[in-house]
């Protein structure tokens, strides 16, 4: 929590010290009085000037005083994860991606509505990793770069629209600029989450040439196949059964994964996808060691600045009354 704090407040026990200067030292006192008849204007102008002298060294002293203790305004606490994990979200954006085969519940929703809801949780569960989203349909897109700030990561995976990049589906190209975001990275860790529904077939790098570019950076990649497979479909005649999934390819994915040291999952529905990002979550453990500090203000400048003010100010208005 933020506050304000003394960080010297035993200082603050000097406050008293000239009242009790005061009290106990003897008060000298005449050994004749002179009895004067009549007080000029001067000498009243002189009472009323030592009293504003007077009140001035009170308050100078405080200030003083209060600037030696040295007030601190400390701000809330912000942790900093010394290790950190490098984590890229490589999704897939082509118009597939619109099929409504995901159920939820009763219901059935698109690929793409359900990995928002899923990813998003994801991304809430993974506080000290460094975070970055690529999509790819028609070529590959960078639309996060790796950033500690999940809310960002969030925002914009919630603000994604198909057609963004295209209707196509270039894995590879995918791959390809989420591992050039690690090169200069010096995270220990560094992993990659590729979700598809389909097989490339736009771009310019080869999907496994890719994972081999990123096996040699010391990435994992986990891959994730989307896709509800056969089910059964209403038409104006008669019910069939069609396969939602027949453009995927399984067979690419389980090979990037294995090449990269990750695994593959299949999602048929929103829940599984869920459950995959969960084990995903396991395999990848956050760092729990962390460091925190809080931001800190010092504030003893100001109360010596108008204390050695009101010093000056005593000085020259005991000067012009001798």
Known sequence: ??????????????????????????????????????????TVTRDKSEKIAKLFAILAWIL??????RPVWYGDPIEVHPKHRDMMLVIDLSYSMSQEDMREGNDYIDRLTAVKQV??????????????LVYFADHAYLQTPLTFDRETVKTQLDQTVL?????????????????????????????????????????????????????KFNTTIYTIGVGAGE?????FFMTQTVNTAEDLD???????????????????????????????????????ATQSWRPR???????????LLLVIVTVMIRRNDV
Not at 16 to 40: A, D, G, I
Not at 170 to 189: E, H, N, R
Not at 257 to 267: E, H, L, S, V
Not at 299 to 305: G, L, S, V, Y
Request: avoid cysteine.
């Open 1 to 42: 929590m933020s506050g304000f704090t003394f960080e010297w407040w035993w200082m603050l026990l000097a406050l008293p010290l000239p009242y009790l200067t005061f009290r106990l030292l003897k008060e000298q006192r005449s050994s004749s009085l002179v009895v004067l008849p009549h007080v000029t204007q001067a």
């Open 64 to 69: 003083l005083v209060i600037a030696s203790a």
């Open 119 to 132: 990813v998003t949780d994801f991304v809430d569960k993974r506080s000290g990793d460094r975070l970055g």
């Open 163 to 215: 057609k963004l990049i295209g209707t196509q589906t270039a894995i590879g190209d995918g791959i390809g600029l989420a591992t050039k975001t690690f090169v200069d990275s010096d995270a220990p860790q560094r992993v990659m989450i590729l979700l598809s529904d389909g097989s490339n077939n736009s771009g310019v790098l080869d999907p496994i040439q890719a994972a081999e570019i990123a096996k």
């Open 231 to 235: 089910m059964q479909v209403q038409n």
């Open 250 to 288: 399984e067979k690419t994915l389980i090979k990037i994964a294995n090449m990269t040291g990750g695994q593959y999952f299949r999602a048929r529905d929103a829940k599984e996808l869920a459950t995959i990002y969960d084990t995903i979550n396991a395999l990848q453990p956050i760092q729990k």
């Open 297 to 307: 203000t010092e504030w003893f400048m100001w109360p010596a600045f108008i204390g």
